[in-house]
C-alpha cells in the first residue's frame, strides 16, 4: 500500500545519506535553493543577475513538460525491453505512424478523444504483428532484432514519407485543453506589489499529470504485482 512504498523510499534515502553524507548535503541544498528561486518573489537586482522571472518558470516548465512528453514515448521502449527482452528500434516509427492516423481520424470525424482509442487498437495490433512475425523468431538475439528493426524503421519512415509528405501537421486541442491556465506561481511584482501569476498551456500541464500518473502506475505494476 502507500505506506509500504512510502517506507521503501524513506529507506533508500537513509541509505544514500549513510553512503555520501556530503553529496546528500550538497543536494538538499541545491533543490533548497531552486526551489526558493520558484516560489517566492524576486526581488529587482536578483532580476538583474538572472533575467525576468517569468522566463526562468517558462523555461523550467518547458524542460518539465518535454521531459514528460520523452517520457510517455520511451516508455513503451522501456516496458518492452525489461520484460520481453526485445529490442524493437521501430517502437519510434509506430509511434509517429499512432501520430499520422490520429491526425486523419480526428480531422474526419471532428472528434479529438475518439482518435485515441482507435490509434491504441491499430498501432497495437500492428506491435501484436511484428511480435508474432518478427521477435517470436528471433528471441534472444538482439543483434538481429536491433538490425531488423532498424530496417523496419526505415521502411515504415519511407511510407509515411510517401503518404504523409514531409510537412508537419497539428492536431488541435480540444475546447477544455485550449488556452492557457493560471497556476500558483508568482511571476512578478506590479507596482502596487500585487502579485502576477503565471500562465501556462493547458494541454502540456496535461500532458505532464498524464506522464505522472502513467508512470506511478507502470511502478506499481511492475513492483507490487505478480
Known amino acids: 500500500g502507500p505506506d509500504h512504498i512510502a ?3 524513506y529507506g533508500h534515502m537513509q ?3 549513510k553512503r555520501h553524507p556530503v553529496w546528500s548535503v550538497i543536494l538538499l541544498l541545491l533543490i533548497a535553493g531552486f ?4 516560489v517566492t518573489p524576486w526581488s529587482p537586482g536578483l532580476e538583474q543577475v538572472m533575467g525576468r522571472k517569468r522566463i526562468f518558470l517558462n523555461a523550467v516548465l518547458s524542460g518539465i513538460t518535454l521531459g514528460a512528453l520523452y517520457f510517455l514515448v520511451a516508455s513503451g521502449f522501456t516496458l518492452v525491453f525489461g ?6 528500434l521501430a517502437h519510434g516509427s509506430l509511434y509517429l505512424l499512432g501520430g499520422y492516423l490520429g491526425y486523419e481520424i480526428a480531422n474526419a470525424t471532428g472528434m479529438w478523444l475518439l482518435a485515441f482509442p482507435i490509434v491504441f487498437v ?8 511484428l511480435q508474432h512475425q518478427v521477435f517470436r523468431r528471433m528471441e534472444g538475439e538482439e543483434l538481429r532484432q536491433t538490425l531488423v528493426t532498424i530496417g523496419i524503421s526505415v521502411v515504415l519512415a519511407d511510407i509515411m514519407l510517401w503518404i504523409w509528405g514531409g ?3 497539428q492536431v488541435l486541442s480540444p475546447d477544455w485543453l485550449s ?15 500585487d502579485p502576477v501569476y503565471l500562465t501556462y498551456p493547458q494541454v502540456r500541464i496535461a500532458i505532464l499529470i498524464a506522464a505522472i500518473v502513467i508512470g506511478l502506475a507502470m511502478w506499481l505494476v511492475l513492483n507490487r504485482s505478480r
Open 167 to 169: 510537412q508537419s501537421y
Open 35 to 38: 526551489l526558493w528561486l520558484v
Open 7 to 9: 517506507n521503501d523510499s
Open 15 to 17: 541509505s544514500f545519506y
Open 122 to 129: 491499430l498501432v497495437g495490433a500492428l506491435g501484436l504483428l
Open 83 to 88: 520484460l520481453m527482452r526485445n529490442v524493437n
Open 179 to 193: 488556452g492557457p491556465m493560471t497556476l500558483p506561481l508568482v511571476s512578478s511584482l506590479r507596482s502596487n506589489g
